[in-house]
């Protein structure tokens, strides 16, 4: 059974020409968005209706994808403000 995670994902890819669910188009990919693109959009449709979970949300340092019901760190001190986890906190990331 495949996470809200793994279903954002899944779209978040195949929005950037990426088809890991093996989906048969007619020609080639139909769609290449950068990533920032794709995370546009996967956001609006978040807002408009329930089809995608809207807990899941990209990290603004390195770009994945998490759950913020059960991982992750929302932080208004810092810019960006939503992060992964620990190690991608920019005060984390910087303390070397
Ligand atoms: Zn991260």
Known sequence: MPTDRDIVQL???????KNAAGLIFDGPHP???T??????AIHRIQE???????????CGNCGDLYD????GI?????????????PCR???????
């Open 11 to 17: 779209m978040f890819d195949f929005l950037q020409g």
């Open 31 to 33: 769609l290449s968005l």
């Open 35 to 40: 990533a920032d693109q794709a995370w546009i």
């Open 48 to 58: 408009l209706n329930c089809a995608l979970s809207d807990t899941i949300e990209r």
């Open 68 to 71: 913020s019901d059960s991982e």
């Open 74 to 86: 929302y932080d208004e001190s810092v810019s960006p403000f939503n992060f992964c986890g620990d």
């Open 90 to 96: 920019p005060e984390v990331c910087h303390a070397d």
